[in-house]
């Protein structure tokens, strides 16, 4: 006799599921939007471990959220990469009138909302009956129907097709539990995968999907001058789409014209090029527009990028 899919899946879910992991034990949907958001580029172990607790801890509520300061927001962000998402959630938070839309359907039109994490956030806070789409998600997918093409438009259908439409919460998590725990990227543990009996990509997992072509990441020189004045330095919010809302020191293309003090190296790896940086120190009082002045205890209270983290390690 064929046991179902969703049987097998239910069953492995109820022994061997991260069941204690707090957006899963605490059913407010404020809660849940922002793990979502969180888990979008990051690892669980990173997002509990320094993140999701002090986040909610510092904007309790999405109306806290709403009214805080961008930069308080930024602040809480830093170090979790991919600031979209925090500016994301301030102009969200500000849009919702202090409750979250309850349906996925409105989650859409939500700033930084796509139709997975729309889906997620539906499904888990509201019970709503459909299937997210996460890279863990889409690489169980691609295994179990034998997919090698990399098309999300299609692979909705089959997560649609796979779907436990009774069990929404317990399936999706489930899901994401396998794709985290055993069907590993490069290592999948298919024995003890509930869905291995009608999984057609279990002889050569490791075919599904098509490998991507590699991509050499560039990598970007800059120049980046610390001015000083006393005891205070010059730095810039910055507007524009990278890191914007983030402060930073002078930076640039050209090398210094004028006599500087060279004070060291960096390089900062990002998701589409690797920064690398010679940073020196001028003590002239020139202050370039836009910049203002700030002791070394003020900069801690900004929000700055890991790069200019490594410039400030180097005063």
């Known amino acids: 006799m064929n046991i179902s899919p969703h049987t097998t899946l239910l069953q492995w879910y109820e022994d061997y599921g991260r069941h204690d992991l707090p957006w899963r034990t605490n059913p407010d949907p404020y809660a849940i939007y922002i793990s979502e958001i969180m888990l979008q580029q990051t ?12 986040f909610l801890e510092r904007f ?7 009214e805080a300061d961008l930069d308080d927001v930024l602040k ?21 009138n202090g409750k979250l839309p309850d349906n996925a359907q409105d989650l859409l039109k939500l700033p930084g909302i796509g139709q997975s994490t729309a889906h997620a956030i539906a499904a888990f806070a509201y019970c709503e009956p459909l299937p997210i789409m996460d890279a863990n998600v889409k690489r169980i997918l691609h295994r179990y129907y034998a ?8 692979l909705w259908e089959y997560a649609y097709k796979l779907f436990d439409a009774a069990h929404p919460f317990e399936y999706n998590q489930a899901m994401m539990d396998i794709g985290a725990t055993i069907c590993l990227a490069k290592k999948p543990l298919c ?18 999907p098509a490998s991507k072509a590699k991509k ?18 010059a730095l810039i919010q910055r507007r524009t789409r990278f890191l914007s809302g983030l402060w930073g ?7 210094p014209d004028t006599p500087m003090k060279p004070i060291g190296e960096i390089t900062q790896n990002y998701s589409h090029f690797t920064l690398q940086a010679h940073v020196y120190l001028c003590m002239e009082s020139f ?29």
């Open 249 to 255: 020191f002078y930076e640039t293309q050209e090398k």
């Open 43 to 54: 690892q669980v172990k990173t997002v509990l471990e320094r993140f999701y607790f002090p």
């Open 76 to 96: 809480m962000w830093e170090g979790l990469g991919y600031y979209t998402r925090a500016r994301n959630l301030h102009t969200a938070a500000r849009q919702c």
């Open 287 to 315: 202050l370039p527009e836009g910049y203002e002045w700030f002791s070394v205890e003020e900069i801690a209270q900004l929000s700055l990028s890991r790069a200019d983290h490594k410039v400030v390690s180097l005063l």
């Open 191 to 208: 024995g003890f995968c509930p869905l291995e009996t009608n999984c057609r990509g279990k002889t050569a997992p490791l075919t599904y």
């Open 216 to 233: 050499i990441k560039p990598v970007r020189f800059r120049n980046i001058i610390v001015y000083q004045k006393e005891n205070r330095y």
């Open 60 to 66: 309790p509520t999405l109306n806290d959220l709403a």
């Open 147 to 154: 997919l090698t093409e990399r098309n999300d438009k299609k």
